[in-house]
């Protein structure tokens, strides 16, 4: 899923390692949701996925 959406081919990715890409965008993720659930869903799940 997220492996498809890093190209380390071309653009700001150039050149950079794969995996660490996708664990510091995992991580975003993850915080993201974790801070999103914390604060009592304070924005519907449609703002979220955006």
């Not at 664990?23 to 949701?33: G, M, N, P, T």
């Not at 869903?41 to 996925?49: D, E, G, K, Q, S």
């Amino acid at each position: 899923m997220l492996r498809d959406e890093v190209n380390v081919t071309v653009g700001k990715n150039k050149g950079l390692n794969e995996d660490i890409i996708i664990r510091f965008v995992s991580a975003a993720y993850f915080e993201l949701v974790e801070w999103w659930l914390k604060e009592g869903i304070p924005y519907p799940p449609r703002v979220m996925a955006e």
